[in-house]
Nanobody
Framework: QVQLVESGGGLAQAGGSLRLSCAASRNIFDINYMSWYRQAVGKQRELVARITPGGNSNYAESVKGRFTISGDAAKSTVYLQMDTLKAEDTAVYYC?????????WGQGIQVTVSS
């Protein structure tokens, strides 16, 4: 069983930055996507950003121009650089790696943005 571990969350002020990291407990092969999702209180989980091993990425409209996803499929790691944070970015953020043999999720990490 593969485990994903997120780090880098916490408290930031509006306009500030945080960088989330996600690492797998062991290498994952045949990765389709590496993604970040988030779930705010009382809301459904939503896709924030995803990236393919080849580097193609896409973002939710609400974070375009502010967040940047990057990853290293060979190391099964994925990052989310979050800039110009807003109060509405407050949520639990989840790392996901979807591969041929796995659909692995992290346990989630809290990001709180104070206005």
């Amino acid at each position: 069983q593969v485990q994903l571990v997120e780090s880098g969350g916490g408290l930031a002020q509006a306009g500030g930055s945080l960088r989330l990291s996600c690492a797998a407990s062991r290498n994952i092969f045949d990765i389709n996507y590496m993604s970040w999702y988030r779930q705010a209180v009382g809301k459904q989980r939503e896709l924030v950003a995803r990236i393919t091993p080849g580097g193609n990425s896409n973002y939710a409209e609400s974070v375009k121009g502010r967040f940047t996803i990057s990853g290293d499929a060979a190391k099964s790691t994925v990052y989310l650089q979050m800039d110009t944070l807003k109060a509405e970015d407050t949520a639990v953020y989840y790392c996901n790696i979807w591969a041929r043999a796995y659909d692995a999720w992290g346990q989630g990490i809290q990001v709180t943005v104070s206005s």
